[in-house]
């Protein structure tokens, strides 16, 4: 039986609600990123320091009924199956499937730790992301070989939920092996520890010649999806294996706050030199962020990687 993923709603009225939110943050999230832009080109505009001060206020409280909201999300659930000769009868091999799980484990957990607290090429997961992120095997249902696997939600004080975040990210990532210039751009963000944990998930799948779907319903109620076919497998292998692993850097680079979105994670820089940078936040970032944007700071040292 599935496990209840609301406490002391109803689950239709809950997402009902979230995806009132939803729709009115991105809405206001459009409204900001236009007051951004005027001044940008005008700084010293009342009317648009202004609009972008009273946006930001209603920002908030849509943020603060959210984060009352998710308190009553407890879990996410994941549905797994496998297809192919390997699970024709509705069985697995024990050790293939530890192997695979394993695999679909430690990309959930790097997919994480790049959202978290950015890209890293080595070293261990830390122990609090290790348990954040944890997939709990709990059921099968009837399919070649489908599994119903949980992870818990985890919202924070502020509404965020690392779990989440990074499922959301994950099924980014994997619809995109069929979208290259998708791809790259994500590959840019995750970097290659990410990357290498997928190669591993579709090498093992080509190697037993079977197919993957994976599906998520969000708080909202919107279905993520992804499959890949038999036939997919290795085209989707090769089109990962295209991208190399890169050096990364960092660097502390000075610069003016001349654009930014909560709802989707950007910012946007303008250097000292007249470059714009633009890229993603981490959530360790997001709480600093978000004390900027209320109190109308304009620069300060940011670290990009």
Same mark, same amino acid.
């Given at each position: 039986?599935?496990?209840?993923?609301?406490?002391?709603?109803d689950?239709?009225?809950?997402?009902?609600?979230?995806?009132?939110?939803?729709? +009115?943050?991105a809405?206001?999230?459009?409204?900001?990123?236009?007051?951004?832009s005027?001044?940008?080109?005008? $700084?010293?505009?009342f009317?648009?320091?202004l609009?972008?001060?009273?946006l930001?206020?209603?920002q908030?409280?849509?943020?603060?009924?959210r984060?009352q909201l998710v308190?009553?999300?407890?879990?996410?659930?994941?549905?797994?199956a496998?297809?192919?000769?390997?699970?024709?009868d509705?069985?697995?091999s024990i050790?293939?499937?530890g192997?695979?799980l394993?695999?679909?484990? #430690?990309?959930y957990?790097?997919v994480?730790q790049a959202?978290?607290t950015? $890209?890293?090429? +080595?070293?261990?997961v830390?122990?609090?992301l290790?348990?954040?992120?944890?997939?709990?095997?709990a059921?099968?249902?009837p399919?070649?070989?489908?599994?119903?696997i949980?992870?818990?939600?985890g919202?924070?004080?502020?509404?965020?939920s690392?779990?989440?975040?990074?499922?959301?990210?994950?099924f980014?990532?994997?619809?995109?092996?069929?979208r290259e210039?998708?791809?790259?751009r994500l590959?840019a963000?995750?970097?290659?520890r990410?990357l290498?944990?997928?190669?591993?998930?579709?090498?093992d799948l080509?190697?037993?010649?079977a197919?993957?779907?994976?599906?998520?319903?969000?708080?909202s109620?919107?279905?993520?999806a992804w499959?890949?076919?038999?036939e997919?497998?290795?085209?989707?292998?090769?089109n990962?294996?295209?991208f190399?692993e890169?050096?990364?850097?960092?660097r502390r680079i000075r610069?003016?706050?001349?654009?930014?979105s909560l709802l989707?994670?950007r910012?946007?820089?303008?250097?000292e030199d007249?470059?714009?940078?633009?890229?993603?936040?981490t959530?360790t970032?997001?709480?600093?962020?978000?004390?900027?944007?209320a109190a109308?700071?304009?620069?300060?040292?940011? #670290?990009?990687i």
């Amino acid at each position: 039986m599935s496990l209840p993923l609301w406490q002391d709603i109803d689950p239709a009225e809950a997402e009902a609600r979230f995806r009132g939110l939803t729709r +009115r943050l991105a809405d206001l999230d459009e409204a900001l990123i236009a007051s951004q832009s005027i001044l940008r080109e005008d $700084p010293n505009s009342f009317a648009a320091q202004l609009s972008l001060r009273s946006l930001a206020q209603i920002q908030e409280r849509l943020h603060s009924e959210r984060i009352q909201l998710v308190k009553h999300r407890r879990r996410e659930r994941l549905a797994v199956a496998l297809n192919g000769e390997a699970f024709v009868d509705n069985t697995a091999s024990i050790g293939q499937l530890g192997v695979f799980l394993i695999r679909v484990q #430690k990309l959930y957990s790097s997919v994480a730790q790049a959202v978290t607290t950015g $890209p890293r090429q +080595r070293g261990p997961v830390s122990k609090d992301l290790a348990i954040s992120t944890n997939l709990r095997f709990a059921d099968v249902f009837p399919s070649s070989f489908g599994m119903e696997i949980y992870i818990n939600s985890g919202f924070d004080m502020f509404g965020e939920s690392t779990p989440v975040t990074s499922l959301q990210t994950l099924f980014n990532l994997i619809n995109a092996t069929k979208r290259e210039l998708e791809f790259a751009r994500l590959s840019a963000e995750l970097g290659q520890r990410s990357l290498g944990h997928l190669r591993h998930v579709l090498a093992d799948l080509a190697r037993a010649d079977a197919g993957f779907c994976l599906k998520w319903i969000d708080t909202s109620g919107t279905e993520y999806a992804w499959t890949a076919s038999i036939e997919e497998v290795p085209r989707l292998r090769e089109n990962v294996s295209k991208f190399k692993e890169r050096r990364t850097l960092e660097r502390r680079i000075r610069g003016y706050l001349i654009g930014a979105s909560l709802l989707r994670d950007r910012f946007e820089l303008l250097t000292e030199d007249r470059q714009i940078i633009d890229g993603k936040v981490t959530q360790t970032s997001k709480p600093k962020l978000r004390e900027f944007l209320a109190a109308s700071a304009r620069s300060w040292l940011i #670290k990009l990687i």
